[in-house]
């Protein structure tokens, strides 16, 4: 199935679609074959933001990977983010 930008962004402020925008660039700096990207928003500003990766081990297993939100939560980016603004 696939949606276009514009019914998917139905409805939604140019402000908050610029964040999405900001998320669909962390995204793209993904190295995995299915990318995501997050951007954490506090009171209007980005505080945090990521994309998902590949970790070698977690728990004795390779195959795993970290997930966007949680890169973004654990600041990682925070300081090439905190210079962005929408
Ligand atoms: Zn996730």
Redesign the pocket.
């Known amino acids: 199935m696939s949606v276009s930008l514009a019914a998917a962004t139905k409805g939604v402020t140019n402000r908050v679609v610029k964040f999405m925008e900001k998320a669909a660039l962390m995204a793209m700096q993904s190295p995995m074959k299915f990318k995501?990207g997050?951007v954490l928003v506090k009171f209007g500003r980005t505080i945090g933001s990521g994309f998902?990766y590949d970790r070698v081990r977690f728990r004795g297993k390779d195959i795993t990977s970290v997930?966007?939100?949680?890169e973004a939560l654990d600041g990682k980016t925070l300081s090439t983010a905190s210079g962005m603004s929408c």
């Open positions: 995501h997050a998902n997930h966007a939100e949680i």
